[in-house]
Each structure stands twice: as structure tokens, then as C-alpha cells.
């Protein structure tokens, strides 16, 4: 099982420089890849502080010339937010910046709050209608002179310029969760990209049935990778582990409020939560994040990816992003590296 890393930079109050973000997130980068880390994912959000990422492909361009092996990843451009052309040609570009290092990862969104701002009417479903168009549209994109007339996009015989170095194009990951988007992603020939959020190892093993599932079903399509996507954090003792839990859980908190886009927004920041807000979800408490989530002291963290090994994921994804500070951060990635990473072959 090979091991990569997904971040974005992420601001909680207006005294914290957005140059010093970017800074800290190259470095994280260059930290992971030092270490054997096989790919580096940034992800597309819009008009929030909680995740700045307006579009990955300038995160992932100027970390190609910060970086020499690790891949860099969109985990994950948000589809309805692209016209296919412009897709093609920016991954196109950036895969020519990192000589060949580019996976393009694809997503519908989640956020309404997103959806309300860039595409006003847009819901799940409609966003969903629109990958499902885009992707194999993409791939015929990328073969060159390629015409289409769909429901959302349509053009003349077009080929994307330029040309990526990955022929006939960067390997594809499609973000999958019910059984549909898991049989559409490897009907397409994608990687398929997984998170239970907060949700425990049923959700695991149940979004790992759906694949296999999707694999049986497609028996002619050689079987894609699928990597799990999950936040995690190694402690050196317990106090930093408890420390981790505190704050992964107010991160889930807050993750329900925008995602839902149920409080009120000012110059990109969320109304803060109240004590009476953080109790009203169950769900996240210290407890249960401890419990569905990846933290702990290295061998904990060795013993609970090694059921992911067993369960037939490719890849882990390390999710970094916690509200936590540059430091804890740090610490935490170097301690999965030399503690919890030399347990597995990541070759």
C-alpha cells in the first residue's frame, strides 16, 4: 500500500498571512516527498477561509518546481466548475511542468455553498449529470480533434494544447461514495478515490464492497487502484493524541456547518461556533473521532492501516488539513514517516 498526502491551506483568523499558508503547505510537500510519500493531492475550493484552493493547478504547477519525484494531484477539481477544453489544456500544461508527475483527480462537489455561489440552482444531482458528461468527454479530448455535442458543453473538433507527457493522458481519479459513482468511475477506466469522513471502518469496508462490486461488474475494464482518503494523525505520546482528538472533532463541527451551508459567512470566515452548536453533533464527539478516525501513537496507527492493507486499498491518503498549527503538523507527518511508514512495502 503506497501512502500519499492531501492538504490545503487553511485560515482561521486574519492575522495569519496567506503567503505564510503557501509557504507552509510547499514545505509539508517537500517534507512528504523526502520521506517516500508517493503523491501530493490539493483539492478546488471556493470563497472560504476553512479551505483555500481556487484552483489546484497553480498550487501543483509551483510545487513542480519545488519537488523532483512525488506526483502531484487534484484531489479534487469540481467538475461543473470546468468547461472540458480548459480542463484538458491545464492539466495538459501542468503535466508538462512537473515532467509527467500529474494525476487529475475529478469530483461533482459537495459544498451548496459553492454551488449556490458559481452555479446558482446547482444541487448534487445536476452536478453529478455534469461529471458524467465531462469525463469521457475529457478523455476524447485528450486523444485530439475531438467534436461533441452534449447537454452541458458542445464544440467543434478541438485538440487541448498542449499535449500532456503522460500518453493518451494523466492517469484519472473520480471521488466515488454510492454504488453508481463506483461503477461509473471504473466503467471510465478511472482510480477511484474513497473517504468515510467521519464515519468508522463499516463505512470503510462498505465503500471498498462497492468497488469490488463496480470490478465484477466490468470484468473486460483492467481493475483501477482505489485509494482511501482519511484524517490522520501520529501522537508521541498520549497527550499530543488527546490534543489531536480535541481538535479534529471542532474541525468536523465546523466541516458539517459549511458543507450544509447552514451559518452565516463574512469575508470568508464562518460565524464561530457556540458550545451549544459543538454538542449538537453526536457524531463528532471526542469519542467517536477517536474511535472512526486514524489517530494515535505510532503502533495504533500501524495496527488500524494494516486492516485497510488487508481490506485491498492501494493507496492511503494522510488528510491533513485540522485546524491544527504548522508545527503539530509537521510533527505529525515526520512521526508517520519514520515510525508508521517503514511497517509497509509503499513501493
Known amino acids: 500500500m503506497k501512502f500519499s498526502l492531501f492538504l490545503h491551506m487553511e485560515r482561521y483568523d486574519a492575522h495569519t498571512p496567506h503567503r505564510q499558508l503557501f509557504d507552509e503547505l510547499t514545505e509539508l510537500v517537500q517534507i512528504a516527498e523526502k520521506g517516500g510519500f508517493e503523491t501530493a493531492w490539493v483539492g478546488e475550493h471556493h470563497a472560504m477561509e476553512f479551505t483555500i484552493a481556487p484552483n489546484p493547478f497553480i498550487n501543483l504547477s509551483y510545487l513542480a518546481a519545488r519537488t523532483e519525484r512525488i506526483r502531484l494531484g487534484t484531489g479534487t477539481v469540481i467538475a461543473p466548475f470546468w468547461h472540458p477544453i480548459r480542463l484538458a489544456g491545464e492539466a495538459g500544461m501542468v503535466d508538462v511542468a512537473s515532467n509527467g508527475r500529474l494525476d487529475l483527480g475529478i469530483a461533482r462537489g459537495a459544498y451548496s455553498f459553492e454551488y449556490e455561489r458559481l452555479l446558482p440552482g446547482l444541487d448534487a444531482f445536476g452536478a453529478g449529470a455534469r461529471m458524467r458528461e465531462l469525463v469521457p468527454a475529457l478523455r476524447n479530448l485528450f486523444k485530439g480533434d475531438y467534436a461533441h455535442q452534449g447537454e452541458f458543453w458542445s464544440w467543434p473538433s478541438t485538440t487541448p494544447v498542449p499535449r500532456p507527457i503522460q500518453q493518451p493522458n494523466p492517469p484519472m481519479w473520480l471521488a466515488a461514495r454510492d454504488p453508481n459513482s463506483h461503477e461509473f468511475a471504473v466503467r471510465n477506466g478511472c482510480h477511484v478515490q474513497v473517504t468515510s469522513l467521519a464515519a468508522g471502518d463499516g463505512e470503510v469496508v462498505n465503500l471498498m464492497d462497492r468497488f469490488n462490486a463496480a470490478c465484477k461488474a466490468n470484468p473486460d475494464v483492467p481493475r483501477p487502484q482505489i485509494m482511501m482518503l482519511m484524517h490522520t494523525f501520529v501522537g508521541a505520546n498520549a497527550a499530543e493524541v488527546d490534543a489531536a482528538v480535541a481538535d479534529l472533532s471542532r474541525f468536523y463541527c465546523y466541516f458539517s456547518k ?20 459543538i454538542a449538537s453533533f453526536p457524531q463528532y464527539t471526542p469519542e467517536q473521532i477517536r474511535k472512526n478516525l486514524v489517530i494515535g501513537q505510532p503502533g495504533d496507527v500501524i495496527a488500524r492501516l494494516k486492516q485497510y492493507e488487508e481490506l485491498g486499498f492501494d493507496q492511503y491518503s494522510f488528510w491533513l488539513d485540522s485546524n491544527m498549527s504548522f508545527e503539530r503538523k509537521r510533527r505529525s507527518l515526520e512521526l508517520f514517516i519514520a515510525d508508521v511508514m517503514p511497517a509497509f512495502d509503499a513501493r
Open 258 to 277: 459549511w458543507f450544509k451551508n447552514e451559518r452565516p459567512v463574512k469575508r470568508g470566515f464562518i460565524e464561530p461556533l457556540t458550545e451549544a452548536d
